[in-house]
C-alpha cells in the first residue's frame, strides 16, 4: 500500500516545452528501475506549468527516488528549463485505490 508521495511543480521557461515534454517522458524508463516508486505520473497543467506526482510505500522509497537518477537530471536540467526552481512537495496519502 502506498503512504506517501511527491508532488513536483514544474514552471517552464516560455519555448522550453517540447523540452520538458520529452524529458518527463524519458524519466519513465528510468523510474521502472526503481522498485520502491510504486506510482509515477508526469502531468501537464497548463500551457507552462508541468509536474510529476509519484508514490511510495514508506519514506525509504521516497527518499530512494530523491536521490536517484531523474531527481539528479532534474535539478541538473533546473536552471535551462525551468523559470524557478522545482517546487517540491513530500505528501502523505490518505486514501488510494490500487488495481490488482
Known sequence: MVKVGLFVRLE??????IDVEA??????AVVQQEPATTTWYAIKLGP???GI???F???AGRQAHLTGRVAAALMARS???FSQPPAIEKI????AKQSR
Open 79 to 81: 536552471a535551462e528549463l
Open 92 to 95: 502523505d496519502i490518505l486514501a
Open 12 to 17: 517552464v521557461k516560455p519555448g522550453k516545452e
Open 53 to 55: 506526482f509519484d508514490t
Open 57 to 59: 510505500p514508506d519514506d
Open 23 to 28: 524529458f518527463l517522458r524519458d524519466g519513465l
Open 48 to 50: 507552462l506549468t508541468y
